[in-house]
């Protein structure tokens, strides 16, 4: 499986503006590099290619040839693919290919503006599977190729490290493999791992904000409160776009997970771009990067 960092800061507008500026040009290279990394994106939670895209000049071929019908079929098949992947990823990406059939075909009456927002949710849809491949492969927005770290340089972060740690989920570039309930896993079944070797006490590792390059630890069973306010809070965070009881984090040595609840009207947000639903319990593995309300406030869950 391909191993590198994918465009994750495509936006709707750019394709807009210099597709215009370039006369079409800018857009080509735009969809080519952009099914690329979809591909590359969903491979980690696909066992074979038949999911699989093909490139932009094959996908443009195929539509001449079938006067469109290909296109709507590719549509819905990938719609349906990135719905898919990005739940395994922990996203939450509400279009499916009828989403983008609808907005495409019956959206065309709507001033012809339906085709449109169907390009707009299938850019930023896959924008979020690349950032969030990104990081789950070590890749720092800030500093490209490089592992992720904290902007103050006190906590340098290994993705090989905090995520794979001594084998335990393989290495970056294994082949994934599917573990009972049908998910993707490396190298040993993560869940099997965390139950034999859970330990009793793990640490919150903070890498942006007040408290950046503290740990804190916390022990099976034990809920930690983060919040501005010090009445009801274990650990209080000073800035405004933190609530006053903002989120509660609990580890359970039983099976090695933690659990996050969001109360915040600011947002807890999973690896950086999928924010957890207020008032749920969310599972949560080690490894898991939490950012809070703006993201002045960043830790990582050891």
């Given at each position: 499986?391909?191993v590198?960092?994918l465009?994750?800061?495509?936006?709707?507008?750019?394709y807009i503006?210099?597709?215009?500026i370039?006369c079409?040009?800018?857009?080509l290279?735009?969809?080519w590099?952009?099914?690329?990394?979809?591909?590359?994106?969903?491979?980690?939670f696909?066992?074979?290619?038949s999911?699989?895209?093909?490139?932009?000049?094959?996908?443009?071929?195929?539509?001449?040839?079938?006067?469109?019908?290909?296109?709507?079929f590719?549509?819905?098949?990938?719609?349906?693919?990135?719905?898919?992947v990005?739940a395994?990823y922990?996203?939450?990406i509400?279009?499916t290919?009828?989403?983008?059939?609808?907005?495409?075909?019956?959206?065309?009456?709507l001033?012809?503006?339906?085709?449109?927002?169907?390009?707009?949710?299938?850019?930023?849809?896959?924008?979020k599977?690349?950032?969030?491949?990104?990081?789950?492969h070590g890749?720092?927005?800030?500093?490209?190729?490089?592992n992720?770290?904290?902007?103050?340089?006190n906590?340098?972060?290994?993705?090989?490290?905090q995520?794979y740690?001594?084998?335990?989920?393989?290495?970056p570039g294994?082949?994934p493999?599917?573990?009972?309930?049908?998910s993707?896993?490396?190298?040993?079944?993560?869940?099997?791992?965390?139950?034999q070797?859970a330990p009793?006490?793990?640490?919150?590792?903070?890498?942006?904000?007040t408290?950046?390059?503290?740990?804190?630890?916390?022990?099976?069973?034990?809920?930690?409160?983060?919040?501005?306010?010090g009445?009801?809070?274990?650990?209080v965070?000073?800035?405004?776009?933190?609530?006053?009881?903002?989120?509660?984090?609990?580890?359970?040595?039983?099976?090695?997970?933690?659990y996050?609840?969001?109360?915040?009207?600011?947002?807890?947000?999973?690896?950086?771009s999928?924010?957890?639903k207020?008032?749920?319990?969310?599972?949560?593995p080690?490894?898991?990067r939490?950012?809070?309300?703006?993201?002045n406030?960043?830790?990582i869950l050891?």
């Amino acid at each position: 499986m391909e191993v590198r960092k994918l465009d994750d800061e495509r936006k709707f507008w750019k394709y807009i503006v210099f597709g215009i500026i370039t006369c079409g040009i800018y857009d080509l290279i735009f969809w080519w590099k952009m099914l690329k990394d979809l591909n590359t994106a969903c491979a980690p939670f696909e066992q074979d290619d038949s999911e699989k895209s093909p490139n932009y000049v094959i996908l443009l071929l195929l539509t001449i040839v079938t006067c469109g019908i290909y296109y709507f079929f590719w549509l819905y098949k990938q719609g349906n693919r990135i719905h898919r992947v990005g739940a395994a990823y922990g996203l939450n990406i509400d279009e499916t290919g009828s989403t983008y059939l609808l907005w495409d075909l019956v959206g065309v009456l709507l001033c012809m503006l339906g085709p449109w927002v169907c390009l707009y949710y299938l850019i930023t849809n896959i924008t979020k599977l690349c950032k969030v491949y990104n990081y789950q492969h070590g890749f720092d927005n800030s500093v490209s190729g490089q592992n992720a770290y904290s902007s103050q340089g006190n906590a340098q972060i290994s993705y090989d490290q905090q995520n794979y740690g001594s084998n335990s989920y393989g290495q970056p570039g294994d082949s994934p493999r599917p573990n009972n309930s049908g998910s993707f896993y490396y190298g040993q079944d993560p869940n099997t791992v965390a139950t034999q070797r859970a330990p009793q006490s793990r640490t919150l590792l903070f890498i942006k904000g007040t408290y950046s390059g503290a740990e804190v630890e916390i022990q099976s069973g034990e809920e930690l409160v983060i919040g501005r306010s010090g009445e009801i809070c274990n650990f209080v965070l000073p800035d405004q776009d933190i609530s006053r009881k903002h989120c509660s984090v609990r580890y359970s040595a039983e099976d090695g997970y933690f659990y996050v609840t969001d109360y915040s009207t600011f947002g807890v947000y999973m690896n950086g771009s999928s924010r957890l639903k207020k008032g749920i319990v969310t599972q949560c593995p080690p490894g898991t990067r939490l950012s809070l309300g703006e993201g002045n406030n960043v830790f990582i869950l050891q």
